[in-house]
């Protein structure tokens, strides 16, 4: 299933996008899309529903793809070629940070880049959405506490994030840095997570194509890692890392400036598009 919210922000709509590609209202039968609703039994009253017996939405603006998000953690350097991109050696675990839910915004919404940033860079993630609590589980099970995947938008303040004191969080979490969507596609539809076709445009341009098959740590791994240290609950975010292409690992390196439009996408997981505004 595709799951979505839609509507104006703070007062979205849960849906599913059916065979069709029409949107089609679950708020008679879910309070949002998150919670217990996206549980394996959540998700298994929603797939016993007849899409057609469901009210048609009209096309409107699509909220992140998921509620209640209580953790977005975000894995960096996960990719091998970006990781020789960036001149930085492959960890030796999973670098673990945190993107504040406060910079979860829709899939289309406005980005906003920060005042005073002069390095504001692009990353397409494949998001992994828990569905169920997680605590120390092992690897051969972790999968079985992922709802689904999302698009996500790891966008970075690369200025903040390594030329500042302090850790990375600060140039992750700017408001607006989040966009995650435009569905959480459940993990049935979604035949190998390692094998994922990136792409990712500025203005146009492609500056990401990458593949997840280069993931350094598979999301079985992440999850199971993470969960060893954190419970993981449902609504949780993980972005997983990123493919070769970001603005800092170009020569010279290249960043976002007002009026920049950037469309990003993963195969089967559909695309996002934003526009880069200066926040004045």
């Known amino acids: 299933m595709k799951l979505m919210r839609v509507g104006e922000a703070g007062r979205e709509k849960p ?8 949107i089609r209202d679950l708020s008679a039968h879910v309070a949002d899309i998150g919670g217990e609703a996206i549980s ?15 009210p048609e939405l009209a096309p409107g ?3 992140a793809c998921v509620a209640g998000t209580g953790k977005f953690i975000c894995i960096g350097l996960n990719f091998s070629d970006h990781a020789a991109e960036t ?5 030796p675990e999973p670098v673990i940070f945190m993107k504040a839910t406060s910079a979860i915004v829709g899939p289309n919404d406005t980005v906003l880049i920060p005042r005073g940033s002069e390095k504001t860079d692009w990353e397409v993630e494949l998001g992994v959405i828990i569905g169920k609590t997680a605590k ?9 506490y992922v709802a689904g995947y999302c698009v996500s938008h790891d966008v970075s303040e690369r200025a903040f994030q390594t030329e500042r004191a302090g850790q990375w969080t ?14 959480l596609v459940t993990k049935d539809e979604v035949a190998d997570p390692q094998n994922l076709a990136m792409w990712l445009k500025v203005n146009g341009q492609t500056m990401q194509n990458g593949s997840s098959k280069t993931m350094v740590y598979g999301v079985a791994h992440i999850v199971s890692y993470l969960s060893q240290f954190m419970s993981l609950h449902p609504g949780d975010v993980i972005s997983t890392g990123t493919p070769p292409g970001v603005g800092m690992g170009m020569k010279p390196p290249r960043f976002l400036r007002d009026g920049d439009v950037v469309e990003l996408g993963i195969e089967g997981l559909g695309s996002q598009k934003q526009s880069f505004v200066a926040d004045r």
């Open 87 to 91: 001149g930085a050696t492959v960890p």
């Open 170 to 183: 600060k140039g992750k979490s700017c408001d607006t840095f989040g966009p995650i969507g435009p569905w």
């Open 61 to 63: 603006r699509i909220g």
């Open 15 to 22: 849906a599913l996008l059916d065979a069709d590609g029409k």
């Open 136 to 144: 120390y589980v092992s690897e051969a099970d972790a999968l079985d």
């Open 40 to 54: 394996p039994a959540g998700l298994a009253r929603i797939a016993a529903i007849d899409p057609k017996t469901l």
